[in-house]
């Protein structure tokens, strides 16, 4: 073989960096060193890779078909040091895990201290990725999905259902009045998501018998921008019970429209590609939240 298993890793981590300074920050060499990597490879290639611009590095159409290649050969090598490392019994290695922020919040960064200390050896990276990433492209182990799934190429182990809610805070409802019905909504101030205009459809009936969607007063591209708003008294929210149950609980958050909220529960999904053996650390990271989420 003529490129080296260093200067792979090279290539792709410039493609998951978008820089080579970034790249190489990461890598923990040189600049140079980096440059020098992509040089040679690009060099026994007798093939550009990447476009050159001013802010980022892009994937020419010939780099973007060697990159779904190399990760193939990377993962198989993974795949047999994992093979070795099954014997012993003892996950190890670095596991990366992506998932929204609301969930990574909520769910998984008070259980990782507890998955740490079960598996000692596994170094793990959290990534927060609001919209969904190519695995392989990311280097990313496993990611956190919810609601249902799209990309069938990806396997998928189910760990719970959650409910969406119609909430307010006790301040925002003393000083504005509880709303007892669908029309009484358009006199409050509702919070709602920019950009997937799915998710601003509410679990109750509007006049018409259809569900209710909602045109926000404020909007934000991430479920924990609109928690922190309708705790803070901003106005009514609609979110899931994994990022609010506490606020229920503690009484930060009322629910409304208790009885008349349909019953929406949207599947939590941990997805990963499965090759011919799932490695140690993936599979104990699986079988971990699946034991830990409340259902």
Same mark, same amino acid.
């Given at each position: 073989m003529k490129v080296t298993i260093s200067e792979l890793y090279t290539f792709i981590s410039i493609v998951h960096q978008g820089t080579i300074s970034q790249a190489a920050e990461h890598l923990e060499i040189t600049v140079s060193a980096a440059s020098r990597a992509l040089s *040679?490879?690009? #060099?026994?290639?007798?093939?550009?890779?990447? *476009?050159r611009n001013t802010r980022r590095l892009e994937l020419t159409e010939e780099g973007a078909k060697y990159l779904s290649k190399v990760r193939l050969i990377l993962d198989d090598l993974e795949a047999a040091e994992d093979m070795l490392l099954h014997r012993k019994q003892t996950p190890s290695g670095k596991l990366r895990i992506d998932a929204a922020t609301p969930y990574m919040l909520h769910v998984i960064a008070p259980l990782i201290d507890q998955y740490s200390r079960s598996y000692p050896k596994i170094e793990i990276e959290?990534?927060?990725n609001e919209n969904l990433i190519d695995l392989l492209e990311q280097r990313t182990d496993v990611a956190i999905r919810i609601g249902e799934l799209k990309d069938s190429s990806l396997t998928a182990t189910p760990i719970g259902l959650s409910q969406? *809610?119609?909430?307010?805070s006790p301040d925002y409802l003393a000083k504005h009045g509880t709303p007892t019905t669908v029309t009484q909504l358009a006199d409050h101030q509702l919070l709602g998501f920019s950009g997937i205009e799915k998710l601003n459809e509410w679990p109750i009936y509007d006049d018409f018998n259809n569900r209710l969607h909602i045109q926000p007063n404020i909007k934000a591209d991430s479920g924990e921008t609109l928690r922190q708003l309708a705790l803070c008294g901003a106005g009514i929210v609609c979110l899931f019970d994994f990022m609010t149950r506490q606020d229920i609980e503690t009484g930060l958050l009322v629910q409304l429209f208790t009885h008349s909220t349909l019953k929406v529960e949207k599947p939590i999904n941990i997805v990963y590609y499965r090759n011919k053996e799932l490695s140690k650390r993936v599979s #104990?990271?699986?079988e971990f939240m699946k034991q830990k989420i409340k259902k």
């Open positions: *040679r490879l690009e #060099s026994k290639l007798n093939t550009a890779l990447f *476009r959290l990534v927060n969406i *809610r119609i909430l307010a #104990s990271f699986i």
